[in-house]
């Protein structure tokens, strides 16, 4: 779960917290809420990330896909919101313009996806623009 976390927090801090005049404009606390929750019990293991950050803009998401090929414009339409989102754990997908040593290659939550399945864990998110953004994974440690 520490590099889960890393990346979660990194992509906060990249791509879902806003600049202190967005903070304010939307009436938000100057200061960004990262939240983690991990909770044990029998046999089971609870992990859930939440940022008060952007969320995820569906739009901005379907249009990056469709220019960096990932899904056919034709095919877009008939989409849902939350299958245009699980875009985002798709190897190669970004939503920057420019790469960085700490973003922009479109590794970062596809590796979580990758975790997540090669420790047999559950993974649900969910989001709302402009307001936050969630993760929770959940794995049996008893298999």
Known sequence: LQDVSTQLIRNSLIH????????????????ALLKIDIQQENGHISYTYRDDGRGLDIEKIKQKAI???????????????????????????????????????G????????????????????????SYFELSVNFNTQE
């Open 16 to 31: 879902g917290i806003e600049s202190d005049d967005e903070r304010q404009k939307r009436g938000k606390d100057m200061e």
């Open 67 to 105: 220019r960096n090929d990932l899904i056919d414009e034709s095919k877009v339409k008939d989409m849902k919101n939350s299958e245009i989102a699980r875009l985002i754990f798709r190897d190669g997908f970004t939503t920057l313009d420019t790469t960085s040593k700490d973003a922009g290659r």
């Open 107 to 130: 590794e970062g939550m596809s590796m979580i996806k990758g975790m997540v399945s090669k420790y047999k864990g559950k993974m649900k998110f969910a989001f709302s623009k402009g």
